[in-house]
């Protein structure tokens, strides 16, 4: 069964502190993504890889960055974490371009709570 | 500026009815569009999908109806099971592109 995993599932941290959210999935997919998830604004991407060492912005980038120094690994990173970036954080991966179908897989989140 | 909208937050209907969810997009580069279902504590899981170059797709109780020049889709349920309770969020892309845009999601209420 294919798989996403996020390492945390609950984080409570400071104004401040630097945070890593960490994702890994099993299913050889080229593309990750990291989405955040909030009330009444569903699901808007941060960020995206499509290859190792490859990152694109999503809609809201500004405050977070990203990592993918392994195929199956993509890390997002919130250099000093601020109290509006209290969020659900969705990672996902999805199949190569020119697969077919862009279905994308889910991991079962973080959620994240800066103090 | 968002390019899906969902403009229903909730939705509730009686087991054994139809449900019916609403997606508007703005962007005439979609083309692949996508319902997912997200249930409390979880990753939303993928539902049906639809292309451009058709007006409908079925998959047992789930059917997926496009109208294209209305820059619109609906999510079909029937008929509506308690189990179907949910956030159903509606996700469009360009077709063979990794740029998915979602709604905001339509909580979907199916009471016994």
Partial sequence: DVKV????????????EKVFLECVQDMDHE???????????GLRLIYFSYDVKMKEKGDIPEGYSVSREKKERFSLILESASTNQTSMYLCASSPPRGSGANVLTFGAGSRLTVL | DQQVKQNSPSLSVQEGRISILNCDYTNSMFDYFLWYKKYPAEGPTFLISISSIKDKNEDGRFTVFLNKSAKHLSLHIVPSQPGDSAVYFCAATPYNNNDMRFGAGTRLTVKP
């Fill in chain 1, 5 to 16: 995993t996020q390492s945390s599932r609950y984080l409570v941290k400071r104004t401040g």
């Fill in chain 1, 31 to 41: 593309n990750m993504f990291w989405y955040r998830q909030d009330p009444g604004l």
